[in-house]
């Protein structure tokens, strides 16, 4: 049984999701920085470019070596441009689930990036890794993450109570923890029936291919 992510290229009409390289580590380090990554994950803060290519050359090939997940960059496709990154973790093979998250650099929020890489994620691993489930968490007062979790289909399914730790600006400057609750959502491969057509008549990318 497999138990390891290949390394792959996910495309859409917009889109090229990828493997980090070490040529994103400059705009990877400049995403991690943004006030919004900051409140709503655990990347360390100031988070530096030394941080960044560990990333790419250490943690990323160790998560999918070890089968855990996969982290995957996402490129604009006309200007190669990094958008942003969607990492799979938490890997079950045998109950063939994972989990997903995603991230989006603030210069391309907005424009559908986080739902279209979403959703081709989502789609490659039912079409073609056999994945039967998807988990999301979204920290309860993140609208924007859910409201992603929503536009591919995702079903609310419960809220861990105070399970997350969010971050706010302090009023020296510095950043505090803030305990909250994770919302948990789960996808199923006939729960994107007809997500795809839903967002291409919202504007969106529809197509996917893999290589």
């Not at 997350?164 to 510095?174: K, P, S, V």
Request: charged share 25%; net charge negative.
């Amino acid at each position: 049984m497999t138990t390891t992510f290949p390394d792959i290229s996910i495309n859409t009409d917009r889109l090229v999701l990828r493997a980090l390289e070490e040529a994103d580590a400059p705009a990877l380090t400049e995403m991690m920085n943004d006030e919004l990554v900051a409140a709503w994950t655990a990347v360390p803060q100031p988070f530096t470019e030394e941080a960044a290519r560990s990333w790419i050359t250490e943690y990323a090939p160790a998560e999918r070596a070890a089968g855990r997940g996969i982290d995957l960059a996402v490129t604009e496709f006309l200007t190669q441009r990094l958008v942003g990154v969607i990492q799979l973790g938490k890997t079950n093979w045998r109950v063939r689930c994972t989990e997903l998250s995603y991230i989006i650099a603030p210069w391309a929020r907005g424009e559908g990036y986080a739902s279209e890489a979403a959703l081709a994620t989502t789609q490659w691993l039912f079409g073609d890794q056999g994945f039967e489930r998807v988990e999301l968490r979204t920290a309860a007062d993140n609208a924007a993450a859910q409201q992603v979790a929503q536009k591919i289909g995702c079903i609310s399914e419960g809220v861990l109570r105070g399970a997350c730790i969010a971050r706010t600006r302090t009023e020296d400057g510095g950043w505090a923890d803030l305990r909250t609750d994770f919302i948990v959502w789960g996808l199923l491969p006939e729960d994107l029936e007809g997500v795809a057509d839903q967002m291409a008549e919202a504007g969106y990318s529809s197509f996917t291919d893999w290589s």
